[in-house]
Antibody
Framework: QVQLQQSGAELAKPGTSVKLSCKAS????????IYWVKQRPGQGLEWIGY????????YYSEKFKGKATFTADTSSSTAYMLLGSLTPEDSAYYFC??????????WGQGTLVTVSS | DIQMTQSPSFLSASVGDRVTINCKAS??????LNWYQQKLGEAPKLLIY???NLQTGIPSRFSGSGSETDYTLTISSLQPEDVATYFC?????????FGAGTKLELK
């Protein structure tokens, strides 16, 4: 079955970077987009963008250009999101997701990023 | 970007009630509208895709309708396990955008 396993919680200082991972299993990794979504605790969802592991193509929402960078390692079926120049406003849960006949039919469990000095 | 206005923000209803949640898009999204359920501490779960298609495994008490700019999620008979926050998502154009969410509680 399709599974997306995300990396553990991160505690980072302002101005630094964190790299989150999303390991896929149960399907051909290069055949489906991986999407990333942000959710601040108790708040709504923000669509960050996506990567297509088949060719490395990416799309970023304007708000996240320069903040997020997507990569994918096809040898390990793992997608990554690098978040740079962290500020407290980046403290949030970050989810990866995949299509499955419909947009975002499958979701990872989420990774909590806390930015604090 | 397309703005999604979701209403109400909070909803309190009793078991067995019919519940409706609405999303209004700032422009025609041609039925490219999904609904998600998120329970506390969990990832969102897809309920309905492309306005009115029930995702596999989702109970038939959930249904969706709408067209152009106005869309509705209906729970025909509220169950205790439906307590959650519900989000709509338009995927007509990039960037895809979510509604702000509706928190559904039991009365």
């Amino acid at each position: 079955q399709v599974q997306l396993q995300q990396s553990g919680a991160e505690l980072a200082k302002p101005g630094t970077s964190v790299k989150l991972s999303c390991k896929a299993s149960g399907y051909t990794f290069t055949s489906y987009y991986i999407y990333w979504v942000k959710q601040r605790p108790g708040q709504g969802l923000e669509w960050i963008g996506y990567i297509y592991p088949g060719n490395g193509g990416t799309y970023y929402s304007e708000k996240f250009k320069g903040k997020a960078t997507f990569t994918a390692d096809t040898s390990s079926s793992t997608a990554y999101m690098l978040l740079g120049s962290l500020t407290p406003e980046d403290s949030a849960y970050y989810f990866c997701g995949r299509d499955g006949g419909a947009l975002l039919a499958y979701w990872g469990q989420g990774t909590l990023v806390t930015v604090s000095s | 970007d397309i703005q999604m206005t979701q209403s109400p923000s909070f909803l309190s209803a009793s078991v067995g009630d019919r519940v409706t949640i609405n999303c209004k898009a700032s422009q025609n999204i041609n039925k490219y509208l999904n609904w998600y359920q998120q329970k506390l501490g969990e990832a969102p779960k897809l309920l309905i895709y492309n306005t009115n298609n029930l995702q596999t495994g989702i109970p038939s008490r959930f249904s969706g309708s709408g067209s152009e700019t106005d869309y509705t999620l209906t729970i025909s008979s509220l169950q205790p396990e439906d307590v959650a926050t519900y989000f709509c998502l338009q995927h007509s154009s990039r960037p895809n955008t979510f509604g702000a969410g509706t928190k559904l509680e039991l009365k």
